[in-house]
């Protein structure tokens, strides 16, 4: 089957920038989703996207969407310790249910 | 606001015995999922319901069972556990079959088949 593309691991200073990177694969998904999950915990939507967008801000992260290269990005301004978790990308594929990427460990340093 | 609720949070079997997994959401949402994660292998589907009264496999079905109780509750079932289900489970709910609407997740349900 076709595979949602997350990097693994991702590690960066607190202050800095992070950004995420995933390529997903059903051109005709209508949503796509950036969920977070912390140690010992579910999954918590961070924020998503409709597919006629190019760019959704919501105060520290910016999700960027280019639909022609199936790529979706998640970029967290300022990034603090508290932001050190796994960060999963998402696509409903065939209007049933959302495929996931393996997830994105992002770990932040002081 | 309780969302979407999980039980047991932790359990531990034998090879071979048999066991339920619980969830509830008090969302009135339509859809219901169960996914299992596995590290590296971020989250597959087992199974889902798009409605009360309908029950579809996902990804990963095999070993499992089903059922949609009422629109509140949507129920995994292990038959006959085997050391290849340990795993990490959670349920999440949504509005409308059709998932346009985002996913809400419970806390997961950790299982250890020895």
């Known amino acids: 089957g076709e595979d949602v593309e997350q990097s693994l691991f991702l590690s960066v200073r607190e202050g800095d920038s992070s950004v995420i990177n995933c390529t997903y694969t059903?051109?005709?998904?209508?949503?796509l989703y950036w969920y977070k999950q912390e140690p010992g915990a579910g999954l918590q939507l961070l924020t998503y996207?409709?597919?006629?967008?190019d760019m959704k801000q919501d105060q520290r992260l910016t999700v960027l969407l280019n639909k022609k290269d199936k790529h979706l990005s998640l970029r967290i301004a300022d990034t603090q310790t508290g932001d050190s978790a796994i960060y999963f990308c998402?696509?409903?594929?065939?209007?049933?249910?959302?495929?996931f990427g393996k997830g994105t460990t992002l770990s932040v340093s002081s | 606001n309780a969302g979407v609720t999980q039980t047991p949070k932790f359990q531990v079997l034998k090879t071979g015995q048999s066991m339920t997994l619980q969830c509830a959401q008090d969302?009135?949402?339509?859809?219901m999922y169960w996914y299992r994660q596995d590290p590296g292998m971020g989250l597959r589907l087992i199974y889902y319901?798009?409605?009360?009264?309908?029950?579809d496999k996902g990804e990963v079905p095999n070993g499992y069972n089903v059922s949609r109780l009422n629109k509140r509750e949507f129920s995994l079932r292990l038959e006959s556990a085997a050391p290849s289900q340990t795993s990490v489970y959670f349920c999440?709910?949504?509005?409308?079959?059709?998932?346009?609407?985002?996913?809400?997740f419970g806390d997961g349900t950790r299982l250890s088949i020895l």
């Open positions: 999440a709910s949504t509005g409308f079959g059709n998932s346009n609407q985002p996913q809400h």
């Open positions: 059903d051109s005709s998904s209508t949503y």
């Open positions: 996207i409709f597919s006629n967008m």
């Open positions: 998402a696509e409903n594929q065939a209007g049933t249910a959302l495929i």
């Open positions: 969302m009135n949402h339509n859809s």
């Open positions: 319901s798009a409605s009360e009264g309908t029950t």
